[in-house]
């Protein structure tokens, strides 16, 4: 059965029966296909294509064209042609084209027409609307009363495909159940019957694994078997009083919008329905408390610069939608804020703040230039250093020097036939491993391999300084002391008889 619409309504034409837009129509260009019901084609024309618009239908008995009974007697019908006003009549002769006469049918309110048949026109009555008025009647016109019918028209579905789209991944931790449930029965009216079990199978896998797993062995064949089993799966478990408390205790996070927090509040808001629902039939003054106990929650557990701003008002929907209101113009605040607040102090610009100027940025990397051949140094002065090959980066038990001496200290020694000893650790011959003084570092010339008392760089040092003539008020030491001393009396003597 095709079907088509003209000005809002809907009509029927039986199979094979489709009239089409004929471009060459000179009545109404906009005709579409219209369906018509319960007529019967009759001199048809061999030479005209089945799908022309110039073929020829006449009702079925008593039956009703449109909204119009066929009055007996009457060959030619003139219809409206807009559906609000009769006065546009077109004059259409039976046996002649059926041109725009389908597309013509008037579906317009439950009152009573006079319609007005002239057989002065094509031959036969001309059907013609006075509506409630005679003054512009013909002569010769016949006057006859139509009553218009309502039709109810077929609904307007859409694709399984396109109804399925509409119904999102439910999970727990993202979507409520109820706000899935919501969705699915929004999708679930825009489809046809005949397709709403298939539309079932489908909804059950938009569900996750774990509900799926669980519903796998009960028998859903409708869409309320399928909440039911859903409910109880998600069912918080805790009682009326206790979720009316935690709805009483919700507060808006400081990140959080308002819109997901009117959501936790519907959400709550839902299951206390539900854990009623689990006693009995819910009476309506306690849904009418529980949504006035979502709206008090609601308002009370906004921030505080939202919920000063909104209205004194009792409905819930109207009241997220003002905090959302306030909500985005807090945010359009902020961003001025933030634009006014860059300004730079280093380059006296305002399309950015201090912290992110590049002139800073480069004063940064040129000072850090500087510094690095000094890092660098201290990175270099910092490594350990190498007691046997005096390389810096590694120690004398890792150094692969040392070990090339060894092995070729131990194969001379094999060649010769010396049996010294030789350390593994320093590769010395002089001693073994044991008695090995490498890890001591002397006092006094910061060198391995003895104590200060056995340095001989202080010894050296310290016989230089006894050898040096004193300087200044330097203490004398006693032989000086004695040298410097009085001359004995043999000297006196020798000294008088020289100058006598």
Not at 154 to 182: C, H, Q, R, W
Not at 244 to 265: D, K, P
Not at 283 to 293: A, R, V, W
Not at 442 to 453: L, M, V
């Amino acid at each position: 059965m095709t079907s088509g619409l003209r000005s809002g309504k809907n009509y029927k034409l039986p199979e094979d029966k489709t009239v089409t837009k004929d471009e060459n129509n000179k009545l109404d260009e906009q005709v579409e296909q219209v369906e018509l019901d319960e007529f019967e084609e009759e001199n048809v024309n061999p030479f005209l294509p089945k799908n022309s618009l110039n073929r020829s239908f006449s009702k079925k008995g008593e039956t009703s064209i449109g909204t119009l009974k066929k009055v007996e007697g009457v060959n030619d019908l003139s219809l409206s042609e807009d559906p609000s006003s009769l006065s546009n009549t077109k004059s259409i002769p039976s046996g002649d084209s059926l041109e725009g006469a389908a597309s013509l049918i008037v579906i317009n309110s439950e009152t009573e027409k006079t319609l007005t048949l002239d057989p002065t026109q094509h031959g036969g009555d001309h059907l013609n609307n006075n509506s409630h008025s005679s003054n512009n009647t013909p002569e010769n016109t016949v006057q006859r009363s139509f009553v218009e019918e309502p039709i109810i028209t077929m609904s307007t579905y859409i694709k399984l495909k396109d109804a399925i789209a509409i119904v999102p991944i439910f999970n727990k931790k993202e979507l409520g159940l109820e706000d899935f449930l919501e969705t699915v029965d929004y999708a679930n009216d825009l489809i046809s019957s005949a397709e709403k079990p298939t539309f079932l199978k489908l909804v059950q896998s938009k569900i996750g694994s774990e509900a799926r797993k669980a519903l796998k062995d009960a028998k859903i064949d409708t869409l309320a078997k399928l909440k039911e089993h859903l409910r109880a799966l998600y069912n918080s478990g805790l009682s009326v009083s206790s979720l009316q408390g935690l709805l009483a205790q919700q507060m808006q996070r400081e990140n959080e919008s308002v819109l997901a927090f009117a959501n936790r509040i519907r959400d709550l808001g839902n299951q206390i329905i539900q854990a009623q629902e689990c006693k009995g039939e819910v009476p309506e003054h306690f849904k009418e408390s529980t949504k006035k106990s979502q709206e008090e929650s609601f308002r009370n557990g906004l921030l505080d610069e939202i919920s000063v701003r909104l209205p004194a008002t009792n409905d819930l929907t109207e009241l997220i939608k003002e905090a959302i209101r306030v909500e985005k113009a807090i945010n359009v605040k902020r961003e001025m804020r933030k634009r006014l607040e860059k300004y730079c102090s280093i380059c006296k610009r305002t399309n950015h703040n201090t912290e992110n100027c590049r002139q800073k940025l480069v004063a940064v990397i040129t000072s850090g230039n500087t510094n690095n051949s000094q890092q660098k140094s201290q990175q270099k002065s910092a490594k350990p250093q190498c007691d046997h090959c005096k390389k810096l980066g590694h120690t004398i038990d890792k150094c692969f020097k040392r070990a090339y001496d060894l092995a070729n200290a131990a194969q001379a020694q094999t060649e010769t036939g010396d049996n010294k000893p030789t350390c593994t650790k320093c590769g010395k011959t002089n001693h073994t491993t044991d008695r090995c003084l490498n890890h001591i570092i002397c006092n006094f010339c910061k060198n391995r391999g003895h104590y200060e008392k056995n340095c001989i760089t202080k010894k050296k040092a310290e016989s230089k300084n006894s050898q040096a003539p004193p300087q200044g008020n330097a203490p004398r030491k006693d032989n000086e002391e004695k040298s410097h001393s009085l001359p004995e009396q043999s000297d006196l003597l020798t000294e008088l008889l020289s100058t006598l």
